[in-house]
């Protein structure tokens, strides 16, 4: 059944792709994330409820939204996430279910994840290195997401598996060529993002970033020619593979090329909150009408309304005219 598409911003964007956050929390403490202590944690009676999240999973479905990505936090730590995927796989329309994970628990979530429905999955993973992963985690964890990976092999239903890597000068540089081996030797997607300003301590500096050119010059320089992959017009990522390799690289480069003019995407914090940027500093409630009875036609309007409103550009690049994002990104929702 194709469903009439109606979630079109200003500039003539197609919304199709949501990002529900599950979560703040999280059971690492990344450092470019969130700090190591004081975070303020959502109350939980505030966080939507797995019949809001259907509701609203249908609703925008039912506008045109064709992927929805579950997310946080860290999402895993929701004891009902394969009870979420379970009721949002079979939405008629919808042609994507991913999820964003630290991959700290994978090992036993894997299997009721892909019988659930799970049809894709990324794990962010910044290093190889155990003494580097305990340094930006502040968890010395490695091993277990390695073993979440592995088991995760053993589900084809959930395809591709894609390693998300964030490029920072001077942590990632001897990192690359580490990652290139593993997309060449297994079915991963790796990606490497750069370094946004989304940390809860609000210490970014353009000079941490290391641009996705850098790191592709770095890989065919040390390791090996890359080939250029055809990717979607609104895909955020520059694909390449190997000649000889079963897997895929991948640059998404928000900070030296912002992919803003064929951005669809929208996102839905834990606690009921749409942004239609990372970057937003406003938001449009959700809960709200949700729990007070609002009918779908209601729900639907907000989030036209809000669609409408979609910011142009994130404005990364322009100096003063750049305003951080409202929250960190443990609270947005990746």
Known sequence: MEYE????????????????????????????????????????????????????????????????RLTGGEPTLRPDLPAIVERLAPIPGLKSLSLTTNGFLLDRLAEPLAKAGLTRINVSLDTLNHEKFHQITRRPALDKVLAGLETLE????????????????????????????????????????????LDADGNWERERVLSGDEIKE????????????????????????????VGEIGFINPVSQ????????????????????????????????LRSGATNDEIRAILRNAVAHKELKHQINEGDAFQRASRSMSQIGG
């Open 154 to 197: 053993r589900y084809p239903s959930i395809s591709p598996i894609k390693l998300n890597v964030v490029g920072m000068r001077h942590f990632t540089e001897d990192e690359v060529v580490g990652f290139a081996k593993l997309a060449r030797r297994k079915p991963y997607v790796v990606r490497f993002i750069e370094f946004m300003p």
């Open 218 to 245: 770095i890989v065919e320089r040390d390791f090996m020619p890359l080939v250029p992959v055809q990717a979607e017009a609104s895909s955020t990522s520059r694909r390449y593979r190997f000649a000889d390799g």
């Open 258 to 289: 912002p992919f803003c003019a064929t951005c669809n995407r929208i996102r839905l914090t834990a606690d009921g909150q749409l942004r239609t940027c990372l970057f937003s500093v406003d938001e449009w409630d959700l809960r709200t009408p």
């Open 5 to 68: 598409h109606v979630l079109v911003d200003g500039f003539g964007r197609h919304i199709e792709d949501l990002r529900i956050s599950l979560t703040d929390r999280c059971n690492f403490r990344c450092v470019y994330c969130m700090p190591e202590e004081g975070m303020q944690w959502l109350n939980r009676d505030t966080i939507l409820t797995i019949d809001e999240i259907e509701r609203l999973a249908r609703i925008a479905v039912d506008l045109g939204i064709r992927e929805i």
